[in-house]
């Protein structure tokens, strides 16, 4: 059942675009891999309603192991990610922790930052 739908005020779009034009500009300056991991990433929790695990990436992925690794470690480092262990926990706009906003991808309720 999708929520109900919520109108924003006049500009919001406007107020929001200087940080959705600093988020492309983060991702343009990410290495291929690095680009690779953070796309599967949401993949996998549009897909599956939770984040990868690092098994999971390395399976998937193109890139050497090692490298799969050390990019999502990167990641986390730089705040695009969480990460505790070895699985993905969040993924801005997606968590796998409650949190007070949602969003649906088809059909599925996932929590969202």
């Not at 088809?106 to 969202?112: M, S, V």
């Amino acid at each position: 059942m999708p929520l109900p739908t919520r109108e924003f005020p006049p500009g919001f779009a406007e107020w929001l675009e200087p940080l959705f034009e600093s988020r492309r500009r983060f991702v343009a300056g990410l290495a291929p891999v690095e680009r690779w991991v953070a796309g599967a990433t949401v993949e996998a929790f549009a897909l599956e309603g939770c984040g990868p695990s690092l098994a999971a990436l390395q399976a998937a992925s193109p890139h050497p192991p090692e490298a799969v690794e050390a990019a999502l470690r990167h990641l986390d480092e730089r705040d695009m990610l969480v990460l505790q262990g070895d699985r993905v926990l969040a993924f801005y706009p997606f968590s796998d922790r409650p949190c007070r906003h949602r969003v649906w991808v088809e059909g599925k309720r996932l929590d969202a930052m």
